[in-house]
């Protein structure tokens, strides 16, 4: 018996045809910019503070993103620094629509750095 709860997604996408690259597959810039999204939304929810991306890690892509594709971003906090957070996004996508195969796609580790209004950064926690 699995004893660990589901896994919720951050955001979760179906791909459209307006994404896709001329190999007709989805761009990696547009799986980059929802890691992206996906990092900042966890971010938001961990602290509410406006954040920004500093860093984003050792992308890799294992398998390629088709059209129809429900893409998943599962996020997780990895360390919380003094201004910074460091999140693990997993991204998977679901493929078919009767017998559906998820497919690992790539995972990214993002730094985001919490910030004020004049852009300075600012601590996470007081």
């Known amino acids: ?12 996408m179906v791909m459209m045809p307006r994404d896709t690259n001329p190999l007709g597959s989805i761009f990696g810039g547009h799986i980059l910019s929802l890691i992206d999204q996906a990092a900042g939304q ?21 398998a390629p ?33 009767k017998d559906r195969v998820k497919i690992p796609v790539t995972s990214a580790e993002v730094v985001m750095v919490a910030i004020d209004e004049q852009g300075k950064p600012v601590p996470i926690q007081e």
């Not at 004893?3 to 919720?8: D, E, H, K, L, Y």
């Not at 429900?70 to 460091?86: A, C, L, P, Q």
């Open 42 to 62: 966890h971010a938001r929810t961990t602290a509410p503070l406006q954040f920004v991306t500093k860093v984003m890690r050792e992308v890799e892509f294992i």
């Open 65 to 97: 993103v088709k059209v129809g594709d429900t893409v998943s971003f599962y996020t997780e906090t990895t360390r919380i620094g003094r201004t910074s957070i460091t999140i693990q996004v997993d991204v998977e996508a679901c493929r078919g629509v």
């Open 1 to 12: 018996m699995n004893s660990q709860p589901p896994r919720i997604p951050a955001i979760r």
